[in-house]
């Protein structure tokens, strides 16, 4: 499975972005999806995560209530659109594929991942 994430960029506080992630592969709909960040100097942490039939989304407090994860798996994409966004948002985003149909928290469950892409929140 390969991963293609895009869409960040600079913006300034409370400005909008909406991630893509791409999956390379015919059994995308069978996988639960997330997103995680690393920010400089930060380890990595979990964002948002999405089952499988997008029955299922869960989000840290962090992001809660300002983004939020969809999927089309007609396009074999994985969406995370970011309102509201604050400095603190600032990180590499990184999409991964789970090895289950699940949304999970955890990274362990993610077997796949992606390059990465940067957002950038200027205040």
């Known amino acids: 499975v390969q991963l293609q994430a895009s869409g960040g960029g600079l913006v300034q506080t409370g400005d909008s972005l909406r991630l893509s992630c791409v999956a390379s592969t015919r059994r995308f709909s069978n996988n639960g999806m997330g997103w995680f960040r690393q920010a400089p100097g930060k380890e990595r942490e979990f964002v948002s995560a999405?089952?499988?039939?997008?029955?299922?989304?869960v989000y840290a407090d962090s992001v809660k209530g300002r983004f939020t994860i969809s999927r089309d798996n007609a396009k074999n994409t994985v969406y995370l659109q970011m309102n509201s966004l604050e400095p603190e948002d600032t990180a590499v985003y990184y999409c991964?594929?789970?090895?289950?149909?699940?949304?999970?928290?955890?990274?362990?469950?993610?077997?796949?991942w992606g390059p990465g892409t940067l957002v950038t929140v200027s205040s």
């Open positions: 991964a594929a789970g090895r289950g149909a699940y949304a999970s928290r955890g990274a362990y469950n993610y077997p796949y």
């Open positions: 999405i089952s499988w039939n997008a029955d299922s989304t």
